[in-house]
Nanobody, 125 residues
Framework: QVQLVESGGGLVQAGGSLTLSCVVS????????MAWFRQVPGKERRFVAA?????????SYADAIQGRFTISRDIDKNTLYLQMNSLQREDTAMYYC?????????????????WGQGTQVTVSS
């Protein structure tokens, strides 16, 4: 059974940093596309960043976080990371890790087969 478990969320002041982790068990994801999404109550889940499997893990970022967040993965540890710097109040959300073997478009959430339960990030002013 495939499981994705996120950690690393918390409360941070604006301008601060956090690193999220997503540990995958039940399969190796070396060729998968792995992504981070975020969601606030009442709104749709939105793409944050991805490492694209068919491009050898090349990263892709949403415009809103470009230059502030960095996605990476450790294949040996089967772990995906999201380093978040210069956090803003607008970054407050539940952050989800997702994985897909066959996603064609990386930004729509419905292309991903596997999801974690999420980790909450709250940025205070």
């Amino acid at each position: 059974q495939v499981q994705l478990v996120e950690s690393g969320g918390g409360l941070v002041q604006a301008g601060g940093s956090l690193t999220l982790s997503c540990v995958v068990s039940g399969r190796t994801f070396s060729r998968d596309t792995m992504a981070w999404f975020r969601q606030v109550p009442g709104k749709e889940r939105r793409f944050v960043a991805a490492t694209i499997g068919w491009l050898g893990g090349s990263p892709s970022y949403a415009d809103a976080i470009q230059g502030r967040f960095t996605i990476s993965r450790d294949i040996d540890k089967n772990t995906l990371y999201l380093q978040m710097n210069s956090l803003q109040r607008e970054d407050t959300a539940m952050y989800y890790c997702a994985a897909s073997q066959r996603v064609a478009e990386i930004t729509p959430p419905d292309g991903y087969e596997y999801w974690g339960q999420g980790t909450q990030v709250t940025v205070s002013s």
